[in-house]
């Protein structure tokens, strides 16, 4: 992945009804480290990284790039949410040559199922609308991985076609 280009970071944090969107910070280490080594995080990802290998591959501050937001409740880490630039040589554009910005996340199993996803995307996403004005973001995930279906649908992107990356069949879409 590139960069996502000129923009002003690292951003003051943003606050949502629930959440809050920051920079990360070195206290969020171990749960960087749980989301690699989990298996349901990481289902649809690849699968797990082992923990050892983590333990000595994440850096004291993990994630600290632009595009990068720690998904914050009450002090925790309970996610990410990133938009990074998808890289050209893989299917799924909306541009031409390629580029597209993309919508990643990736949560902890205890925060599953109370829209905490649905309210940290759409908080990067207007963000993204803001910094970027008419650009579309782009998503691509697995038909198999329901949850991930179910937000994008909730997020408003629609579908531009479907391949198969990865072993698996890939649902691409687009908001704008």
Do not use: H
Request: glycine share 10%; charged share 25%; net charge negative.
């Amino acid at each position: 992945m590139t960069g996502l280009g000129p923009v002003a970071w690292p951003l003051a944090p943003m606050k949502t009804e629930r959440l809050v969107l920051r920079e990360s910070e070195a206290r969020d280490r171990a749960a960087f480290i749980e989301l690699f080594a989990s298996p349901e995080v990481s289902a649809y990802l690849g699968g797990p990284r082992p923990r050892d290998e983590l333990e000595r591959a994440v850096p004291a501050v993990p994630g600290r790039r632009p595009g990068l937001f720690v998904i914050d409740l009450d002090g925790a880490m309970i996610g990410t949410v990133t938009l990074d630039r998808r890289d050209a040589e893989r299917p799924g554009r909306v541009r031409p040559g390629g580029g597209d910005a993309e919508l990643g996340y990736m949560f902890l199993p205890e925060a599953w199922g109370r829209g905490y996803a649905a309210e940290a995307c759409a908080a990067a996403l207007d963000w993204f609308a803001d910094a970027f004005p008419g650009e579309p973001v782009v998503l691509c995930t697995q038909t198999a991985n329901e949850r991930s279906m179910r937000l994008a649908s909730k997020l408003r992107f629609t579908e531009v076609e479907r391949f198969e990356e990865f072993g698996a069949e890939q649902w691409f879409g687009v908001w704008s």
